[in-house]
T-cell receptor
Framework: GAGVSQTPSNKVTEKGKYVELRCDPI?????LYWYRQSLGQGPEFLIY????????DSGLPNDRFFAVRPEGSVSTLKIQRTERGDSAVYLC?????????????FGAGSRLTVL | DAKTTQPTSMDCAEGRAANLPCNHS???????VYWYRQIHSQGPQYIIH???NNETNEMASLIITEDRKSSTLILPHATLRDTAVYYC????????????FGKGTKLSVKP
């Protein structure tokens, strides 16, 4: 597609449930990033993929959060045993990767509400 | 921690130039300056980036001081649709990793 697509756009779940958020990057973009954004704050980095592998997962807050990108394209962010504090907008971005300037293109985000 | 300092908020009259400052006094010679903006309920949108020369594109101009310790994003004729949070970010040119966002500047364009 022309842009980064994220689904679902909105997800409401109950505390303790499992959630999956999907990201379809721009075709040909080798790098993929997940961020989350709480109200009034800037986006907070979670994890970055180069191809199929997680090149940097230092932003994942704890072991309830996990992300995969098995074929180097679509990525899924998985959250186990959700807590109310996980409520946020989860943003995905992709880029061409490679040397030099690296411009990220973001999706519209998935808004997660944990009741 | 973010390596940049920006004012929390600014106002601009519609049709006038919006000048958004950013301090990055600890910037290194290999770091680019990037600007993104985020309109309400959307993902961040890339605007412009530069290393040491001034840059211009269809959206904005980026003026970087000679010592590279600060920069200014200029929207030459602001419209109501330019109301957004503007983020100034520095990042190593050789890095393939993530961008670190601060809180940005909330620009309000008023009629």
């Amino acid at each position: 597609g022309a842009g980064v697509s994220q689904t679902p756009s909105n997800k409401v779940t109950e505390k303790g449930k499992y959630v999956e958020l999907r990201c379809d990057p721009i075709s040909g973009h080798t790098a993929l990033y997940w961020y989350r954004q709480s109200l009034g704050q800037g986006p907070e980095f979670l994890i970055y993929f180069q191809g199929t592998g997680a090149a940097d997962d230092s932003g994942l807050p704890n072991d309830r959060f996990f992300a995969v990108r098995p074929e180097g394209s679509v990525s899924t962010l998985k959250i186990q045993r959700t807590e109310r504090g996980d409520s946020a907008v989860y943003l995905c971005a992709s880029s061409l990767g490679g040397a030099g300037a690296n411009v990220l293109t973001f999706g519209a985000g998935s808004r997660l509400t944990v009741l | 921690d973010a390596k940049t300092t920006q004012p929390t908020s600014m106002d601009c009259a519609e049709g006038r130039a919006a000048n958004l400052p950013c301090n990055h006094s600890t910037i290194s010679g290999n770091e680019y300056v990037y600007w993104y903006r985020q309109i309400h309920s959307q993902g961040p949108q890339y605007i412009i980036h530069g290393l040491k020369n001034n840059e211009t594109n269809e959206m904005a101009s980026l003026i970087i001081t000679e010592d590279r310790k600060s920069s200014t994003l200029i929207l030459p004729h602001a419209t109501l649709r330019d109301t957004a949070v503007y983020y100034c970010i520095v990042r190593d040119r050789g890095s393939q990793g993530n961008l670190i966002f601060g809180k940005g500047t909330k620009l309000s364009v008023k009629p």
